[in-house]
């Protein structure tokens, strides 16, 4: 069964803006660790922004300063605000929920499908 569900990536000019979703179908949404990686063709996976339980987020470096990545426990979602878009940030967005474990159970990463993200100069 699909537990995450991204949407909002498109193909957007240089300069401009898109927001991405991920609705978290789990019982888990609350306590868990959110976040998005990304992947452009011929390079690994790497982390975009993270945001935890307690709405802490980090980001990386290419980022800081244009993405802003937010959470709303109500609606089980997690978004993804990029702003200033570069043709650097084109990439399959990929959003993760992250399991920090418990007495009875090991961490682990659930992922979604991925929205393509394509910025053009």
């Known amino acids: 069964q699909v537990q995450l569900v991204e949407s909002g990536g498109g193909l957007v000019q240089a300069g401009g803006s898109l927001r991405l979703s991920c609705v978290d179908s789990g019982t888990m949404f609350s306590i868990n660790a959110m976040g998005w990686y990304r992947q452009a063709p011929g390079k690994q996976r790497e982390l975009v922004a993270g945001?935890?339980?307690?709405?802490?987020?980090n980001y990386a470096d290419s980022v800081k300063g244009r993405f802003t990545i937010s959470r709303d426990n109500a609606k089980n979602t997690v978004y993804l605000q990029m702003n200033s878009l570069k043709p650097e940030d084109t990439a399959v967005y990929y959003c993760?929920?992250?399991?920090?474990?418990?007495?009875?159970?090991?961490?682990?990463?659930?992922w979604g499908q991925g929205t393509q993200v394509t910025v053009s100069s």
């Open positions: 945001i935890s339980n307690g709405g802490i987020p």
């Open positions: 993760y929920s992250r399991f920090p474990g418990s007495y009875y159970r090991d961490p682990y990463d659930t």
